[in-house]
Nanobody, 129 residues
Framework: QVQLVESGGGLVQAGGSLRLSCAFS????????MGWFRQAPGKEREFVAG????????YYADSVKGRFTISRDNARNTVYLQINSLKPEDTAIYYC??????????????????????WGQGALVTVSS
């Protein structure tokens, strides 16, 4: 019913920037809160950023606050993650997700991806030092 496809990943030097995109296929995109998550090798998936359906409210993990910016364009059914001042520890697969609740998105923790309604397949971001 809902399909999400990430794009924009790649290899970036430390201190550089990158913009990830997530394309939403389905109806009523604006009714979904959207989020970005990441999973580093050998680690659990973690919350990075979330945005409400209308784009008014945003939340960020402490580790990325001030460096990452989430936004959405509801006319294009797309959510973005602007990543600045990249660090090697930002290296991970980045996933977008959709859910009816921004609270569930920002409170995501642990191994169970079923906490949220839909996920993309991920985009790899590699930061070299």
């Amino acid at each position: 019913q809902v399909q999400l496809v990430e794009s924009g990943g790649g290899l970036v030097q430390a201190g550089g920037s990158l913009r990830l995109s997530c394309a939403f296929s389905g109806r009523t995109f604006s009714s979904y809160a959207m989020g970005w998550f990441r999973q580093a090798p050998g680690k659990e998936r973690e919350f990075v950023a979330g945005v409400s359906g209308g784009g008014l409210y945003t939340y960020y993990a402490d580790s990325v606050k001030g460096r990452f910016t989430i936004s959405r364009d509801n006319a294009r059914n797309t959510v973005y993650l602007q990543i600045n001042s990249l660090k090697p520890e930002d290296t991970a697969i980045y996933y977008c997700a959709a859910d009816s609740s921004l609270v569930r998105i920002r409170n995501y923790i642990g191994k169970n991806v079923g906490q949220l309604n839909a996920w993309g397949q991920g985009a790899l971001v590699t930061v070299s030092s």
